[in-house]
Each structure stands twice: as C-alpha cells, then as structure tokens.
C-alpha cells in the first residue's frame, strides 16, 4: 500500500514526479522519494523519511536535482519491512547505482533470493524485501538481458504481491512496471508516457490510460506503451474510461478532503441510486447475476474490513429483512481461515471502497476455488476485485482522497439496500407496492443527509468540549450497533482516542464495570423499534455517572423524544431516514463530523492520521 509514479519523456519530470507523490500521499507517507535516470551516469535519488513531513522535506531536498533529466520513478511508502528510515525508503538501487526500483506490496521469497546475491546480499543497505528485488534485477542484467526481459525473468522468480517501477542509466528512456495483485495503471500523451498506482496522480497529463492486469509487464517510452505477459508474448493494451474530472478529486474550498467527502455524501447516495430505480423496481445494471441465480442463493457471507465491513451490517441486517436469506457478516482477514461452508449456491458479498484491500481481495479468491458465486460492492472501476468477480455493484462517490472512509461508506449501504430489495423482488419476499414505497424513501435519504449536515456548527463545538476526552462507548442496537462500530473507528483512527463500541443490550454483561463519573457514551437512539430498550441502557450508564451524547431523531419540528432530552447532556438530532435500514447513511453524518472535528481540535491531520494508509495491500 504504497503509490508509485513514473514519467518518461518530459524534460520537467522532476515537477511531475513530486506533483504525483503529492497526489498519491493517501497511499502512505511513510517515506517519500524520487529518481532520476541520468544517461550513461549514475541513479540521482533523494528520499526523506518522518510521516507527514517525508514529502515536504523531499520538495525541499531537491535543489541539487540534475536539469532537464526526461525520465524517473517516485514512491510514497507505507512501511512493512523495516522500519521508516530514510535508507529504507524507496526508490531502491542495486549495488553499482545504475538501476532504481520503486514496489508497492510484499516479496514473500525475498530471503531465498536474497541468498543467491553476490555474498548471500551482503552489499543490501536497507532491510527491505524491495531493495533485494533491485539487486535481483540487476543480477539478470549482468547476465546480459535487456532491463525489460531482466524484469520478466527476475519476476517469473518472484512470490508474493508487487506492482513495480524500475529504470535502468544503460536504458535512459524506459520505465519497466510490472503488476502481481497490486495496483498499477499507465498513461500516455504524444511525447510522455506515466505510470501510476492510480489515475489520480496522473490526471491532466496523460491523455488516454490504459489497465495493467496482473501478470503484466509494462515497458514505457516517451509516447508509447508495450505490454506483455512475464513470458514476454505481447498483449493488446486495455484503454480505461475516466469520467471524472480532476476537480473532483480536490479540495474544492474545503480545508481537507475529509470535510469535502462528507458534504459530497448526498450525491455520493443520490449517483449511486441513479438509473437504478425503474419505475419503482430495483434494477441493478452491473451485476451479472441471473434472477435465477439471486433465486437459487441459499446463503450470503458478507466480507469487507474497517469501515466497509460497518456497512456489511447493515447490509447484512437488510437482506435477512426483506429478501429472508441467511446472512452472517465477517471481517475479511478472519473468513478464509475458518473454513466457511461455501456451495455453487451460496453468493459472498465483498464490500471495499478501493477493491484492492488485499483481505477482501483474498476472501473473493477464497471464495471462487470454493465454488461460490461474488458480487463486489466497490468504489474503483475495474480494480482487481471488480475484475476478479462474477458481479460488480459500483457505487459512484467518486474518487475518495482522505484516508478515513465516509462519502463511500454511505453509498455502501445505499448500494447494499439496492441488492437487499433486488433479491427481495426477485424471491418474492416483499409486495411490489412494499418494494415501490421503500425505494421511494429511499430515493429520498439524499435530501436526509444533506439537512443532517445542517448542525455542523453545534457538533464542532461538542467536540471542542470534549477535546481532552480519554475513553469513549458507543452503543446502540440493530442498525444503530453497525453505527456505533463506524462511528467508534472514524473517532480513534482520526483522534487517536480510545473509542469503544458495544452492542447497548451487551454492557451489562461486563463493560459497564467500566463507566465512571464523566465516561463519555455515545448513544445511538434514534427512532427503531428498539429505541424503549437503548433508552433503558441509557439511564444504565448515566446512573453510573456517565455523561450522553445522543444521537436522536427530529420529530420534524425540531423536537426530540422527551426521555432522551431529558437523560441526554448533548443531543445531535437527524432527521428519520424513511425506514430503520436506511437511518445508517444519516445518523453516521454527526459522528463522522464529531471524529472531525475533535480531531481538528487536538491538532491531527484529518487526511493521513497517523500509521494508516488508504488501500491495504498487506495482510
Ligand atoms: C476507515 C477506513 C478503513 C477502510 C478499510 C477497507 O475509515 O477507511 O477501515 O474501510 O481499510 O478499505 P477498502 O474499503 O478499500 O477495502
């Protein structure tokens, strides 16, 4: 989980090299580095280390950068192997520093190549798998191949996950990339080729992209793109449709893209909606599924991590209710260990913003050996994911920067109550007047969000209350048990507080040991059946000297229920979402606004909180 770029061709590549790192920061910021392939000499390399000031520091280190050099590789890195010093970092060069490699993703082998190096590698400088891959290269070359049939056959040795970047001063004007389960697309304009982790780092420089499948060897030089497979037979290079602009991938007035993702959460519901709703029937276009085959399911696993497994509770939540299948939701990295029982009948819903998320990715491997039908819920057209499966739901949010998930996490669950209704019309589990009501609420949830937002100012000055909190529960039942989870990891991952959810009905069975005097429990109370029973754990934990931040439901008049403004010391009210299946997408609104804002209150960066990245593509 790392972002690559590279460039050939461009005598300003240096500028376009540190542009695209900047435009890929959300991968990782570990390290940052970049460099530069000076004809007949050596590698010119610059590499800083120190979370979000390695790129920063690396703008400001390259004033002694060589003029006018036309080629070169940059990386932001996540670190894996090894610590994130600045010899770790990447661009890595083998041992005569001719020959630089950038990687993203993880050398499973590289011990046993290591061993083959000159002197078992004693000449490695870093502790990297990376690095090992470099001199690997070079090895080949020494053989005397090319830099490219050097890749193919370094490659054909390699276990593990990449996608890579390598340049060699004997080949000044070629990058080699090559992809195994890793991201990694490449563009070109007349003069310029690119080579990316993802479109956004080379938007408005390449005129036309193309996809690089896994397995792929892609050799880039100024103008021109060839690829081929590892055995080196060539293949039709895959144009890639892009149809958004690159305002939408920026911050557009807002302070962070954080901010920006969540006021864009309207459209993100309304576009993921949009032609999919026929007349008061669901018809999901992209999924390839059969009505047949929807009928015959027996049994639905849902699988995603973090944020995209929150929103598989409700999807999971949504089925069992309206299509009457049996559903269990489980985080990704735990469903293939376990031996779940998989038929020709049963269908795995995989759930990922990035569709690269190496856990879900796998769980979708596991799932197809085993015979299951996969439908994809994800954000990025034709990522590995949405390649590998039998069917495809996209959710169209648009590109998603900030590190932390919300614009896509709603057009997640908008997206899952889609299929829910879907598999409901086509088992026959609902009427089709029932069916006809509830897409019409649904249709409606967009103007929901957006009146939810409204309250911004009083959630930010909550949160400023509560900027030196230590401990933090969330409760809630049903539905409001997946939120409190969502609205418990948006708190830690972007404040770094400990941020505990439960589900409400569950304290008392052991947590509630931990509540003292000024505790501070989120309470999810919005309208649901349940809501007579989360207000009896309410006056649970405010009887043990709790203070409540409830999340309750606008009677339309600005009112909430009595009982909770009465136990409550803050109220964010919401307006009702139409159905208690679709309150999620609303009430997550004030509790991604509260992690904001208590964030910005403690001094944090909201877009790279610390030790994450956007796309995990490790185990
Ligand atoms: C949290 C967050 C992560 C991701 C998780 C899965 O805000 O963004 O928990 O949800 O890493 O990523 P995807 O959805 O890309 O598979």
């Known amino acids: 989980m790392c972002g690559i770029i590279g460039v050939t061709g461009d005598p300003e590549a240096l500028g376009i090299l540190l542009e695209g790192l900047h435009r890929l920061e959300y991968r990782g910021y ?83 190549l290591a061993a083959t190096l000159p002197q078992g590698g004693a000449e490695l400088t870093s502790d990297t798998d990376s690095e090992v891959l470099a001199h690997y290269v070079a090895g080949k070359m020494a053989t005397g191949l090319g830099l490219a049939d050097a890749v193919r056959s370094a490659l054909r040795d390699v276990h593990g996950k990449f996608s890579i970047g390598v340049v060699h001063v004997d080949e000044p004007e070629l990058i080699v990339g090559a992809r195994r389960g890793s991201p990694l697309i490449c563009g070109l304009n007349d003069t310029t080729a690119f080579l990316a982790s993802d479109i956004p780092a080379i938007h408005g420089k390449a005129d036309e992209f193309f996809v690089i499948d896994d397995e792929r060897v892609v050799e880039l030089t100024p103008g021109a793109v060839r690829i081929t497979t590892l055995l080196g037979d060539e293949v039709e290079p895959e144009r890639r449709e892009v149809t958004w602009n690159l305002a939408s991938a920026e911050k557009g007035g807002y302070p962070d893209f954080m901010l920006k993702e969540i006021h864009e959460q309207p459209d993100a519901v309304r576009d993921t909606l949009l032609g999919r709703i026929d007349n008061g029937v669901v018809a999901l276009d992209s999924t390839e599924l059969t009505e047949e085959d929807l009928r015959r399911i027996d049994k639905i696993f849902v699988v995603g991590c973090g944020t995209s497994f929150n929103a598989g509770l409700v ?81 169209h949010a648009g590109p998603e920067i900030c590190v932390a998930s919300t614009k896509t996490h709603v057009a997640q669950i908008a997206a899952l109550n889609l299929l829910a209704l879907q598999l409901a019309q086509a088992r026959g589990t609902l009427y089709p007047e029932e069916a006809a009501h509830l897409v019409r609420d649904l249709q409606l949830v967009p103007d929901k969000i957006a009146a939810a937002m409204a309250q911004s100012g009083h959630v930010k000055a909550v949160a400023e209350k509560y900027r030196d909190i230590r401990d933090v529960f969330f409760i809630g039942r049903q539905v409001g048990r997946a939120l409190a989870q969502e609205g418990a990891l948006k708190l830690k991952e972007l404040s770094y507080v400990r941020a ?22 989120v309470a999810i109370a919005t309208k649901s059946r349940l809501l007579d029973k989360i207000i009896s754990n309410i006056q649970e934990v405010k009887a043990r000297g709790a203070s409540i931040l409830a999340i309750a439901t606008d009677d339309g008049d600005g009112n909430v229920d009595p009982r909770i403004a009465d136990l409550a010391d803050d109220v964010f009210s919401v307006p009702y979402a139409g159905h208690e299946l679709f309150t999620p997408m609303v009430d997550v609104v004030p509790l991604q606004l509260f992690a904001y804002y208590l964030a910005k209150a403690r001094g944090n960066d909201v877009d790279k909180p610390r030790n994450l990245a956007k796309t995990v593509t490790v185990e």
């Open 500 to 521: 505990e959810a439960y589900p409400a009905g569950e304290l008392k069975h052991g947590p509630i040991a931990l509540i003292e005097e000024g505790t501070l429990v």
């Open 30 to 112: 570990d390290s940052a580095g970049v460099a530069l392939v000076v004809a007949g000499d050596e590698i010119w390399r610059k590499r800083r280390a120190g979370g979000t000031k390695s790129l920063p520091e690396l703008v400001a280190a390259v004033g002694d950068a060589p003029r006018g050099v036309a080629c070169g590789i940059g990386h932001n890195w996540w670190a894996t192997h090894g610590g994130p010093t600045e010899r770790n970092a990447h661009p890595h060069t083998d041992a005569s520093g001719k020959l630089a490699l950038v990687h993203n993703g993880i050398i499973d082998n590289y011990r046993e």
């Open 315 to 395: 999807g999971e939540l949504a089925i069992e209710h309206w299509a009457k299948v049996p559903v269990k939701s489980e985080v990704a990295s735990e469903f293939r260990y376990r031996d779940p029982v998989l038929t020709p009948t049963s269908l795995v819903v995989a759930i990922s913003q990035s569709g690269e998320s190496l856990d879900t990715m796998e769980a979708v491997t596991f799932a197809k050996r085993q015979s299951a039908k996969v439908l994809t819920v994800c954000n990025v057209v034709d990522s590995s994911m949405a390649r590998d499966s039998d069917a495809v739901i996209y959710t």
